[in-house]
């Protein structure tokens, strides 16, 4: 690993391998439009009046070999968009893609500006971008700017995701504009002006599935093949982008690193809320936090999406087969640069096998088992969420409590475990008491059956079910005193989400269910698209 000393963010020399690689937009005026034949357009980021820092990863600064800034000055102007630090070219990305299943066509970073790549502390690459920097060609109508309260939720779920261990995208900080942004939060015609705030992102790359569909559909193959060609040489070096068979083996792990992303995003219980195909990451990392949401009460048809309420397209249960779904949409896009169409069909069936193959996994780590394999298997997983969803049970807390003690008996399991995993108004019949009874020995059986010691099947179960997840109640209240001007339950929040397997004492606040008050204030369940 490189070793140098960490740096101020103004005295770092950034480089585009994306401006060197695609062809820019040849106009630079600054307004909506259509934009053909071009990757991006060069745009520069709109200053805002006061920015203040008001929150930041250490361990991301660190991995990137950054020193934490002050509250204000020469990091925090580059973080708001107000200077810029040698070497940038910031550009808007191009891309269209599917939205609720149908194509929308030219999409675009409508509010995110790439700043550029800096070299990481491990040698890689890693893009700034900044969410909320203003508008863009892409923009449309709207002011390319973003709210405290959205912002927030990105970062603090950005940073919740990667210390849960899931594949994602990172934030390294929160921003303050000082400036007001009106929005209608509730699409209901009564727009108010709310605070302004900035996210810096941090990935290898943000280029997403839209990006190959805008060109395809356009008929640019030129372009769709430089910037497939780009992508493999920049980001999956394992194939040689010379090579005419590179192209669909590239696809394929793209479709692995997708189901393997999909399957955590189901272990933890997150429902994105917008699983569009330009929010898909071509990296397979998890992309655009918006209308996301946790899955507390178990109901597989739950969206955190308001706009998703009717058809619950993106609901948790349905996260596998859209991931499926975009996927071959993006085959689409690549049929003029490749010409095996088998070989993207079996791209695809790689996705079925490897998420079957990893939800599988993770499942039987879940229970402590030591896999989840035969009918009898089956029953025991589908009897449970059978179980839980007779009435409403808080999954994070049902899981994490199975692991906590494994002597217990089925009594004692269904008083510690189940119980205070129920919302007010859910309580047990007779009949369900029995058969989470039935339930429990069965599992313990199972569990006693599968070979592995006591003390490794709780390992496994602490490893992979978690205290602590950013329930939108928890962000919610961090978002109502950050408006205030409050920082502390935000910092609070975010020490207990660093830290989400093990159980931190006086902190068990923020492993209970969601109280009867957040269940439909707004903000604190489903959200809308605004921000």
């Not at 995208?169 to 699409?187: C, Q």
């Not at 990006?211 to 194939?239: C, G, K, T, W």
């Not at 706009?307 to 779904?325: E, F, K």
């Not at 003390?455 to 997840?469: D, K, L, S, T």
Request: glycine share 8%; net charge negative; charged share 25%.
């Amino acid at each position: 690993m490189k070793t140098f000393a960490p740096r101020a963010l103004q005295e770092v020399r950034f480089e585009s391998t994306v401006v060197e690689a695609l062809p820019a937009d040849p106009r630079t005026e600054n307004v909506p439009r259509q934009v053909p034949e071009a990757a991006y357009t060069f745009v520069t980021p709109t200053p805002v009046a006061t920015p203040r820092l008001l929150a930041w990863s250490d361990d991301l600064a660190e991995r990137l070999g950054l020193v934490r800034p002050s509250s204000v000055g020469a990091a925090v102007d580059i973080l708001a968009g107000n200077t810029l630090a040698p070497g940038m070219r910031p550009y808007a990305a191009r891309y269209g893609g599917h939205q609720f299943g149908n194509w929308a066509g030219q999409l675009g970073d409508g509010r995110a500006i790439t700043l550029g790549e800096l070299i990481a502390v491990d040698g890689s690459r890693q893009e700034l971008q900044l969410k909320g920097a203003g508008p863009t060609p892409y923009s449309r109508f709207a002011d390319g700017r973003a709210v405290l309260r959205s912002s927030l939720r990105e970062f603090l779920c950005s940073e919740a995701m990667h210390h849960l261990g899931v594949p994602t995208t990172r934030a390294l900080s929160l921003v303050a504009t000082g400036e007001p942004v009106v929005r209608d939060m509730f699409y209901d015609g009564h727009p108010q002006p709310e605070p302004g705030a900035i996210v810096c992102r941090v990935a290898p790359t943000f280029i997403r599935f839209g990006n190959f569909e805008i060109h395809s559909a356009a008929d640019e193959h030129a372009v769709l093949r430089r910037l497939v060609e780009h992508v493999i040489r920049a980001h999956y070096p394992q194939f040689d982008a010379a090579d005419p068979a590179a192209p669909a083996a590239w696809f394929a792990e793209i479709c692995r690193r997708t189901a393997v992303m999909i399957a955590h995003w189901m272990r933890v219980g997150f429902v994105h809320g917008v699983m569009n195909t330009d929010n898909m990451s071509i990296l397979g990392l998890t992309l655009d936090y918006g209308p996301y949401g946790w899955l507390e009460g178990y109901d597989p048809q739950w969206t955190p999406n308001t706009t998703d309420a009717s058809g619950r397209r993106y609901c948790y249960g349905n996260q596998p087969q859209i991931g499926l779904w975009n996927l071959a949409r993006l085959a689409g896009a690549l049929l003029p640069i490749i010409e095996d169409h088998d070989a993207l069909h079996q791209g695809l069936e790689l996705y079925r096998s490897v998420y079957h193959s990893t939800w599988q996994g993770l499942l039987a780590a879940k229970l402590g088992l030591d896999r989840i394999e035969g009918e009898d298997d089956t029953a025991l997983v589908d009897d449970l969420f059978s179980l839980m969803a007779a009435v409403e049970t808080d999954m994070p807390i049902l899981f994490r409590g199975l692991g906590d003690d494994l002597d217990e008996d089925e009594s004692g399991l269904i008083e510690r475990v189940v119980r205070p995993a129920l919302y007010e108004g859910a309580d047990l019949s007779q009949d369900l008491m029995a058969r989470w009874q039935a339930w429990f020995a069965r599992w313990r059986r199972r569990g006693e059956a599968s070979g592995l010691a006591k003390g490794e099947r709780q390992r496994r179960m602490n490893a992979n079910n978690p205290c602590y997840v950013p329930r939108n109640y928890l962000a919610q209240r961090a978002i109502d005193a950050a408006t205030e001007g409050n920082l502390e339950p935000l910092e609070e929040l975010l020490t207990v989400l660093r830290n989400p397997y093990e159980r931190q004492s006086g902190r068990e606040s923020y492993a209970a269910r969601r109280p009867e008050w957040a269940r439909h204030r707004a903000g604190c369940s489903a959200l809308s698209c605004s921000s």
